[in-house]
């Protein structure tokens, strides 16, 4: 398990501070829309039943800036993603990165330089990205 | 900011904030005017992350001249924000911004942002640009007697009027205009390089910041947006609702940079995709937003 700092324009206290990964998975959506595109997945829960799992990550524009593009995931891919899972328990979490079948490794919006803003107003305060 | 109490809380971060910020905007105020970028972990040539610097030298403003596509907000400084009227806290409470990291002591209430379901930011929240993107383009394009500004969030545009015209004295009333989600505005210009504008008539179901600041339909915004250079915009926008707030106060000070390709690009917010969003994603999440936990 690895922690990793997180930013999300909504704060990321929701979700939990450890990666969980998840090997060889099913793409069903890749939605790539604001403010969040969604990567969603097939995975196999303990006892073996399959879950639909939804992830997040930044928003298009901030993803573009790491190599992603609106046809990097399609339903049907097989993929490993790292998620932060949801400390509710739903099956939804923020991702961290995800590696494609070819190995190709997409990470998140992490490392934004946009610098921080100012507190108390809804932005800022998680870090420099605005995601 | 959601009481007095809270507000001079928000002032003091706001202040300490503000030395953070100080310091890197004029790291890429500095990396912007010598060119070079680099900086703070940026790869060379870049201003900020996305933002590609301009070569040196970094010539002078050009008179009256705002004209061409600016990214941005590079930086912002909010407030500090007056104390505010009964009618005004009694506003603000009626709005529930999208919860924050600070926020998850409590139980997590479902956000009514507007814009959490693409409802128009409106003016000036559009300034922040902040949902979709701290890249975002706005473009200034003059006309002979207005001034058109473009956003490439939402691909909406204001009109700034600079025919003489005056902006309407009331709204919302019979006889007089409705209320706008983009108000009515007229500019004009002071010296070689500040552009003032002038709006009136803002649709109260918009909110003046992230947080969920009110304000009523007479609100008086001005904003003055500063070339500093030919690469480099200012922008402060300073508020006057006397409804809500027991004084005027500056709401924001934001600043741009001099967009390299000039293309402004499409950035919308879907009324399908924020509620897939909200209800597959964010409301199992547990963060507010409307949907069930």
Redesign the interface.
């Given at each position: 398990m690895v922690c990793l700092p997180m930013s999300a324009?909504?704060?990321?206290?929701?979700?939990s501070d450890k990666v969980t990964e998840f090997k060889n998975v099913t793409v069903t959506k890749f939605?790539w829309?604001?403010?969040?595109c969604?990567v969603?997945f097939n995975a196999k829960d303990a006892s073996g039943k399959v879950v639909n799992w939804?992830a997040?990550s930044g928003?298009?524009?901030?993803l573009?800036?790491t190599g992603w593009n609106k046809f990097s995931l399609k339903p049907g891919d097989m993929i490993t993603i790292y998620v932060h899972t949801?400390?509710?328990g739903?099956?939804?979490?923020r991702l961290t990165k995800v590696v494609l079948a070819d190995g190709t490794v997409l990470g998140d919006t992490q490392?934004?330089?946009?610098?921080?803003?100012?507190?108390?107003?809804?932005?800022?305060?998680?870090g420099g990205s605005?995601y | 900011?959601r009481n007095p109490s809270a507000n001079l809380?928000?002032?003091k971060?706001?202040v300490?904030?503000?030395a953070?910020?100080l310091l890197?905007?004029a790291?890429?105020q500095a990396q912007g005017r010598g060119g070079r970028g680099g900086g703070?972990?940026?790869p060379p040539g870049?201003v900020?992350?996305?933002v590609p610097a301009m070569p040196d030298p970094v010539g002078p403003a050009p008179v009256h001249d705002l004209t061409g596509t600016w990214v941005g907000p590079?930086?912002?400084?909010?407030?500090p924000y007056p104390a505010m009227t009964p009618a005004g806290q009694a506003a603000l409470k009626l709005n529930k911004?999208?919860?924050?990291?600070?926020?998850?002591a409590t139980a997590v209430a479902p956000t009514n942002d507007p814009y959490a379901i693409c409802d128009p930011l409106g003016f000036p929240r559009d300034l922040?640009n902040?949902?979709?993107?701290?890249?975002?383009g706005i473009e200034f394009v003059p006309q002979s007697n207005r001034m058109l500004i473009l956003f490439e969030q939402q691909r909406v545009w204001r009109e700034v009027w600079m025919d003489g015209r005056q902006n309407p004295a009331k709204v919302d009333g019979p006889g007089v205009p409705d209320s706008r989600f983009y108000g009515y505005s007229v500019g004009h210009w002071e010296g070689d390089n500040v552009f003032v504008i002038d709006t009136v008539g803002l649709d109260p179901r918009t909110w003046l910041?992230?947080?969920g600041l009110p304000h009523t339909s007479a609100a008086k915004l001005q904003e003055r947006w500063t070339r500093t250079d030919q690469y480099h915009l200012e922008a402060t926008v300073t508020v006057d609702d006397p409804q809500y707030f027991t004084k005027p106060f500056q709401l924001m000070k934001t600043s741009y940079y001099w967009k390299k390709d000039q293309n402004v690009?499409e950035?919308?917010?879907?009324a399908s995709?924020?509620l897939?969003?909200r209800d597959?994603?964010?409301g199992?999440?547990?963060?507010?937003?409307g949907s069930k936990?």
């Open positions: 324009h909504h704060g990321n206290a929701a979700f939605a829309a604001n403010p969040h969604l969603e939804s997040e928003s298009p524009e901030a573009r800036l949801a400390k509710t739903a099956p939804a979490g490392g934004n330089a946009v610098p921080p803003t100012s507190g108390g107003n809804g932005r800022g305060g998680d605005q | 900011m809380m928000a002032a971060l706001i300490a904030s503000l953070v910020l890197s905007s790291a890429a703070r972990g940026l870049f900020a992350s996305g590079l930086s912002v400084v909010m407030g911004p999208i919860k924050r990291a600070s926020d998850y922040l902040h949902w979709l993107s701290s890249r975002g910041d992230e947080a690009q950035e919308l917010c879907l995709d924020a897939e969003y597959r994603q964010a199992p999440s547990g963060y507010g937003f936990p």
